[in-house]
C-alpha cells in the first residue's frame, strides 16, 4: 500500500489519502471521477508525498494519524525531513 499526500497550491490545502496503485488513483483524482468529494475542490493537485510498500493496516493507521493531526506544518515537515516518515512508519509496524 501507499499513503500519498496531494497538495493544491491554488487552494493551499492537502489531501492525504492510501491506495495500492498511485498512478490508477491520480488518473481518478484528475478526472474528478469522485466530483462530489473533498479532491474535486482543486484541480492542481500534485504529489507533495508518497510512503510506499506499507502493510494494509500500517497504511490505514498512517492515514488516520495523519488526517487526525491536520496540520499544514506536519504535511510540510513530513516532505523536508525524512527521518520523520521513518519515525512514523515505525510507531504502526505490523
Known sequence: ????????????????????????????????????????????WQIHLKIEHLGFHQAGHIEHHLRRMKSHKLMTDLARYPEMVKRLCRKYQE
Open 1 to 44: 500500500m501507499t499513503i500519498y499526500i496531494l497538495y493544491s497550491p491554488k487552494k493551499d490545502i492537502f489531501y492525504i489519502g492510501n491506495c495500492e496503485d498511485l498512478k490508477v488513483r491520480m488518473t481518478l483524482h484528475q478526472s474528478h471521477a469522485c466530483s462530489r468529494k473533498f479532491i474535486s475542490l482543486a484541480n492542481d
